[in-house]
């Protein structure tokens, strides 16, 4: 099955800098990569996603690259608020057989103001 | 908001007894997932239903049930077999298995006594 690596753990950066989460994949078979955001005490919510047919997209302050042939995907967040201070998973799915979402272990962001 | 529920919120149990977290969407999704979240270990899936009347183990199926019998209802059973039940289980729901959003419910925090 799918295995998805996530680093780093925790990650705390000063308002206004740049925040990079990372992860990887094992099954050269994804084809889908969410992204989601969950604050203290609330569920997963979905803030950006790609697909294996496109290697970058951005929304705003927030970007996801995909590297199929390393087998990686990354989130990129610019000019960092302390609303963006919250859990962050990246996830990776199956076209066919358990066509489910993998999570990776979650990246803690703590943006200082 | 999300069209996605979760009820109770917060569930005690004694140890020994088996317990049924309940789950109901609204946005008329096939496939839906339940997902167990512990601290630093991202979301681990149980169970996940692609149609009605069929589902399919996850990573940490053993020591929980679950059945499909209505489209919009996916209840989790944590059995007296599961060894460590205590964790906060997140239900989840897409149009489709797969390469698709999942939108989650606000979860249901089990504490076994």
């Known amino acids: 099955g799918e295995n998805v690596e996530q680093h780093p753990s925790t990650l705390s950066v000063q308002e206004g800098d740049s925040a990079v989460i990372k992860c990887t994949y094992s099954d050269s078979a994804s084809n889908y990569f969410p992204w989601y955001k969950q604050e203290l005490g609330k569920r997963p919510q979905l803030i950006i996603d790609i697909r294996s047919n496109v290697g970058e997209k951005k929304d705003q302050r927030i970007a996801v690259t995909l590297n199929k042939t390393a087998k990686h995907f990354s989130l990129h967040i610019t000019e960092t608020q302390p609303e963006d201070s919250a859990v962050y998973f990246c996830a990776a799915t199956l076209n066919t057989g358990r066509r489910a979402l993998t999570f990776g272990s979650g990246t803690r962001l703590q943006v200082q103001p | 908001d999300g069209g996605i529920t979760q009820s109770p919120k917060y569930l005690f149990r004694k140890e020994g007894q088996n317990v049924t977290l309940s789950c109901e969407q609204n946005?008329?999704?096939?496939?839906m997932y339940w997902y167990r979240q512990d601290p630093g270990q991202g979301l681990r899936l149980i169970y996940y239903?692609?149609?009605?009347?069929?589902?399919q183990k996850g990573d940490i199926a053993e020591g929980y049930s679950v059945s499909r019998e209505k489209k919009e209802s996916f209840p989790l059973t944590v059995t007296s077999a599961q060894k460590n039940p205590t964790a906060f289980y997140l239900c989840a729901s897409s149009i489709s298995g797969g390469g698709t959003e999942a939108f989650f419910g606000q979860g249901t925090r089990l504490t076994v006594v």
């Open positions: 239903s692609q149609i009605v009347n069929d589902f």
């Open positions: 946005l008329n999704h096939d496939a």
